[in-house]
Structures are given as C-alpha cells and as structure tokens.
C-alpha cells in the first residue's frame, strides 16, 4: 500500500519562498511518477509538477521558472521549491504517485495514490 505524506506547507508574504517536501513510504519508489498537485476552494484540482522515474520533469505554465520539482530515490521522498510565490499560489497542495512513467498530461485521473495535502498560503 502506498502511504505519502506531505510537510513543508505554511503561510509566507508575496515573493517569498517554501519547500514542500512528500515522503513515500512504499517498495519501487522510484520506478513510480511523482506529482505535485494544488486545490484552491472552489477550484478544481490541477497538477503543478510532475517528474518520471527517469527524472524528466513537467510544470504547469503558472508555475514554470518559479517551481522546481526533485526527488530523492535512496530517501524515497519528493519535493517542490516554490520561490516567488504569488497570492494565487494559495492551496492545499497534495503529493500524488502513479507507477511508471507519468502520463501526458497532469490530471487529477492520472495518479492513483494521493497524500492527505499541506496548506499553503501567500498573503501579505
């Protein structure tokens, strides 16, 4: 069964910065593709971030160049730097894993395996 857990969530002032981090507690982490995922009330959820067992990476276009996705295989975990964060950032952010390679796009269908989510808030 697989089990993530998320951290790293808080509140921060515009243009700041947070490290997100999951922890996969799960046998053949890295043979499976992780996400970052985000929900803002009354919004649906979308995909941030993603990266492939062979460490190729995807970004939304809201986030490209101000968030970075990584993992770390030996540690099992996932995490997302998030630098000049905007007020529109504001969101449960949720780790997601699906095994294999990612699929084309970033949709909450995609991924079976989800963490329980971290708030995020970017507020002056």
């Known amino acids: 069964q697989v089990r993530l857990v998320e951290s790293g969530g808080g509140s921060v002032q515009p243009g700041g910065s947070l490290r997100l981090s999951c922890a996969a507690s799960?046998?053949?982490?890295?043979?499976?593709?992780m996400g970052w995922f985000r929900q803002a009330p009354g919004k649906e959820r979308e995909g941030v971030a993603a990266?492939?067992?062979?460490?190729?990476?995807t970004y939304a276009d809201s986030v490209k160049g101000r968030f970075a996705i990584s993992r770390d295989n030996v540690k099992n975990n996932l995490y997302l730097q998030m630098n000049s964060l905007k007020p529109e950032d504001t969101a449960i952010y949720y780790c997601?894993?699906?095994?294999?390679?990612?699929?084309?796009?970033?949709?909450?269908?995609?991924?079976?395996?989800w963490g329980q989510g971290t708030q995020v808030t970017v507020s002056s």
């Open positions: 990266i492939s067992p062979n460490m190729r990476t």
């Open positions: 997601a894993a699906v095994f294999g390679y990612c699929p084309p796009s970033m949709t909450r269908s995609g991924f079976g395996d």
């Open positions: 799960y046998y053949g982490y890295s043979n499976y593709c």
